[in-house]
Every structure is written in C-alpha cells, then in structure tokens.
Nanobody, 126 residues
Framework: QLQLVESGGGLVQPGGSLRLSCAVS????????FAWFRQAPGQEREGVSC????????VYADSVKGRFTISRDNTKNTVYLQMNSLKPEDTAVYYC???????????????????WGQGTQVTVSS
C-alpha cells in the first residue's frame, strides 16, 4: 500500500511561484500514474494535473495550462508540481494521489485515484 506525503505549500503573492512535492513510500513507484488535485473552501475537489507512468505523458486542467508543470523523479519516489504565475483563484488545499490501476491512461477523474495524501495548503494573496 502506497503512502503519500505532500509538502511545499505556503503563502505567496500573486504572480509568485511555489513547488509542491509528494514523497511516496511503497513499491513499484515507477508503475503508477500520479496526479495533483485541489480543493478550495466550499468547492468540490478538482483535478489539476496527471503524470503517466509510461511515456512521460502529462495532462493539465485548462485553468493551469502554461503555468503549472508536473514532474516525477523515479529515483527519489517523488512527484512535483511547479506552480508559476500564481493567482488568488489557485488558493486551495493541494492533494497528491496515485492511480491504483497500473498503466491506465492518465485521466483527471477523482474516482480513478486513491490512496491520497493529507494535503498541503496553498494561499495566494497580497
């Protein structure tokens, strides 16, 4: 069973940058798709980005395309989310999650993912 721990959240001004990390413990890290989701107060959790286990394929929500970059380091069992040009509407708790079905197509659908990390707060405000 995988365990995921996010870090790197914080308070940043609009236009600033943050890099989130998701440390994963467990075996076969390189076989899983990983994704980042976020949930703002009073809103449903939404998919942000997914990184496929094969071919390096990535998927992004329209709201973050061109600003966020997902990556993974299979030697460190870690998934990253580089967030640039942050906006107040990016404020949310960010969660990392693994797709338990190995080698499945990367799709930003909550039902495709679990286990989940505990989340890290990102606040974009001046």
């Amino acid at each position: 069973q995988l365990q995921l721990v996010e870090s790197g959240g914080g308070l940043v001004q609009p236009g600033g940058s943050l890099r989130l990390s998701c440390a994963v413990s467990g075996s076969r890290f390189d076989s899983y798709n990983f994704a980042w989701f976020r949930q703002a107060p009073g809103q449903e959790r939404e998919g942000v980005s997914c990184h496929s286990s094969t071919g390096g394929r990535t998927v992004y929500a329209d709201s973050v395309k061109g600003r966020f970059t997902i990556s993974r380091d299979n030697t460190k069992n870690t998934v990253y989310l580089q967030m640039n040009s942050l906006k107040p509407e990016d404020t949310a708790v960010y969660y990392c999650a693994a797709d338990p079905v190995l080698f499945r197509q990367c799709v930003l659908r909550q039902a495709n993912f679990g286990p989940w990390g505990q989340g890290t707060q990102v606040t974009v405000s001046s």
